[in-house]
């Protein structure tokens, strides 16, 4: 098995255990030195975000070794960055450019631990972009958190499809959108992120699910989508068809029968009426007389 292919393993174990509140797990230090001793290349850590995945395992484990051992391999995979030179800067082209939010990812992970400060006569190494930190804004919010982990959840399926991007990059992205619009975490915010779970975590609609880990919904517009949108395209066909339908049936109701001016409505009080005579007796009884107010619509039986 390759480099790479093994950082994606132990990766996604990281990931599933950060998810299940076992970050302290015994197995965690040994997946952490397994990392370490592995060939790690810029290029790797740009394919797989493994150190974004290492940093946040780093935030929910309590354990002192998985903390000393995560403060290790970010610190070192940093190092690369002065050695790659200018190669990656093609490759990143695509990225949002985030220096700072860089700046701040090191240096939360390299919390009580005190950087060697560089020679006077040789300024140090500009900070460039890698692929750990995530382009949403960070949080410590544990109820963003947990609308970020719901999101992600709705988000994951089985079998992705073809260039698809990571669940957990692009649920940030859906809930930092929705918080910056509300500006807070009150009961607009988090209706608005219920319905973006239920909508795609519904199985009757795939295809919001699919477009948005494929790029073609961008989490901007995800987060701003009305129910009608994020729709099926079964339940808007069904929902046109009752619309066209209750707009005939208005029309008919507005086409009937005898337009008349003597018959005022009893709610609206307007003499604008149509009325239909329709015998419900026997032959030797009078008609009866039904009514429809073209105001309001208010209808009623006149004998």
């Not at 599933?16 to 302290?24: F, L, P």
């Not at 397994?34 to 309590?62: H, W, Y």
């Not at 307007?270 to 030797?284: G, L, P």
Request: positive net charge.
């Amino acid at each position: 098995m390759g480099c790479e292919d093994e950082v994606v393993k132990i990766g996604k174990k990281l990931e599933k255990m950060i998810v299940n509140n076992t970050a302290d797990h015994g197995s965690a230090p040994d997946l952490l030195k397994t990392l370490r001793d592995l060939p790690m290349t810029l290029e790797v850590l740009q394919k797989t975000r493994i150190g974004m995945t290492v940093n946040n395992f780093r935030k929910a484990s309590s354990n002192d070794d998985v903390i000393t051992l995560a403060k290790s391999l970010i610190k070192s995979w940093k190092k690369l960055l002065s050695t790659d030179g200018g190669s990656q800067s093609s490759s990143q082209s695509s990225m949002k450019s985030n220096g700072d939010s860089l700046k701040e990812s090191v240096s939360d992970s390299q919390d009580g631990v005190k950087d060697e400060k560089p020679s006077p006569s040789k300024p140090p190494a500009p900070v460039r972009q890698t692929s750990f930190p995530v382009t949403a804004s960070d949080t410590a919010d544990q109820v963003r958190l947990k609308c970020r982990e719901l999101l992600t959840n709705a988000l994951k399926i089985e079998d992705p499809p073809s260039g698809s991007g990571e669940p957990g990059e692009i649920a940030a992205s859906i809930e930092d959108a929705v918080f910056k619009e509300f500006g807070g975490t009150d009961i607009k915010y988090k209706n608005r992120i219920r319905s973006r779970v239920a909508n795609l975590k519904d199985s009757r609609n795939p295809a919001l699910r699919e477009n948005v880990l494929v790029g073609n919904i961008a989490p901007e517009q995800i987060a701003k989508m009305t129910s009608e949108e994020m729709a099926s395209k079964e339940l808007k066909d069904l929902r046109a068809k009752m619309t066209k339908d209750a707009i005939n049936d208005h029309q008919m109701a507005q086409t009937g029968g005898t337009n008349t001016d003597l018959l005022k409505c009893g709610k609206c009080l307007k003499n604008n009426c149509t009325y239909n005579q329709v015998q419900t007796r026997s032959a030797d009884e009078p008609m009866t007389t039904f009514v429809l107010c073209n105001n309001c619509g208010h209808r009623w039986k006149f004998c």
